[in-house]
């Protein structure tokens, strides 16, 4: 079927990757060097939307802002969830734009254009909801899924355990008529997940498709997936133009010393510097306006838009929100860390430090690995960083 307007869920704040979602949304979040929201809209308009429709929520301003009226010349149409109510109820504030089949994806995950096509082309006029699904071991700590044929069975919100090894893709095709099940769908606390009308279809009896599909699972939850993703978008060619093909894309704007060494892969994005000496990569993504001074070492790291790595100092397993800024001779040298997030401790996972937009940590400083430093702290030269750092704080040697 031919399916030519898409809903992009893009409301949500994600708390859990504070801080550096602290003055944008999720969706705006680096992946490589361009916001996920990006990748998103590219493969819609790849996969023949011509129409997209946006939710919009927190610091909708920056999502607003940054696209304006139109991508790639197919005009954006934005809704507003003024209260964070859960992604059945983001959909329901599209509902006035939407008058035929529609398509809808997450806002937050990179998403192949063949695999919206899949969901487009399997979908038919007998499906209440056709969605996608792919082979994970992941399935149970997100959303698993049970098929009989091509029929799902079952669909379970982040089962914790279980043989589940089908994991929801979270792309979507529906009917019109759907919207009037999302209104009789019962709420939990206020709040309605898209998965919840999906499954009273499938109790009701009509017919939900799912369509296996091959592809990556993008789901970025955490401050430590940014560098993941950055990786596989790397190690798939899809964070830069490569016209080498050796793994290095470096915009034709950006300023790289031919003393400097690129490790791929690696991408640096327009009017970024790296200066003489520097070393940067494998897995490393240098923002737009981005700098690495002489001397410093980056590897398997983020640096967002206007970040700064200053002279010999090291950025290893990081991320570094916009504006933010490691002084000479610093060192996050990275590694696996334990890492508390809300009410759970993450054990072993590979986090240098995150700094939050324009945080400055001082020259010399060194950062146990997993600490987080929240927007606008300074820490002060000389410091050794071994615990989280509030946003506006002041750290004395």
């Not at 009989?148 to 043989?163: F, H, N, Q, Y």
Request: charged share 25%.
């Amino acid at each position: 079927m031919t399916i030519d307007t898409a809903v992009v869920l893009a409301a949500g704040e994600g708390r859990r990757l504070r801080p550096l979602t602290a003055n944008r949304p999720k969706p705006m979040l680096p992946a490589g060097t361009r916001p996920i929201l990006e990748y998103v809209f590219d493969a819609l308009i790849d996969a023949g939307v011509e129409d997209l429709n946006v939710v919009v929520g927190y610091r909708r301003d920056r999502v607003q802002d940054h696209f304006g009226p139109t991508y790639r010349g197919r005009p954006i149409t934005y809704h507003v969830q003024r209260k964070q109510l859960g992604s059945g109820h983001a959909l329901s504030c599209a509902r006035d734009a939407v008058d035929g089949e529609f398509l809808v994806v997450n806002g937050d995950e990179v998403v192949a254009a063949d695999v919206i096509r899949s969901v487009a082309d399997a979908h038919t006029d007998a499906d209440a909801c056709t969605l996608a699904v792919l082979e994970s071991t992941d399935a149970p700590l997100y959303g698993a899924v049970r098929l009989d044929g091509d029929t799902v069975v079952e669909l379970v919100e982040k089962p914790g355990s279980g043989s589940y090894r089908l994991l929801n893709a979270g792309v979507y095709a529906f009917r019109p008529e759907f919207f009037d099940r999302i209104d009789a769908t019962e709420r939990d606390e206020g709040e309605l997940a898209l998965t919840d009308p999906i499954s009273s279809a499938v109790a009701d009896g009509a017919h939900v498709r799912g369509v296996k599909v091959d592809g990556r699972h993008s789901k970025v939850t955490f401050p430590w997936d940014l560098p993941e993703l950055a990786a596989t978008l790397l190690a798939d060619g899809m964070a830069g133009d490569d016209p080498d093909g050796r793994g290095a894309s470096v915009a034709a704007a950006a300023t790289v010393s031919p003393d400097a060494t690129l490790y791929p892969p690696v991408v640096v994005a327009a009017d970024a510097v790296v200066e003489p000496g520097a070393v940067v990569g494998p897995d490393a993504a240098v923002g737009r306006n981005a700098t690495v001074e002489s001397g410093a070492v980056v590897r398997r790291s983020v640096l967002d838009t206007d970040a700064r790595v200053g002279a010999n100092a090291t950025v290893v397993d990081s991320v570094l929100g916009r504006g933010a800024a490691v002084g000479e001779g610093a060192t996050a040298p990275g590694g696996p860390a334990d890492i508390r997030v809300d009410d759970r401790v993450h054990v072993g996972e590979q986090l240098g430090c995150v700094l939050g937009d324009r945080a400055r940590l001082g020259g010399g400083s060194t950062v146990v690995p997993g600490v987080l430093v929240g927007p606008n702290a300074r820490v002060d030269p000389g410091s050794v960083l071994r615990r989280n750092v509030d946003a506006d704080a002041e750290v004395r040697d």
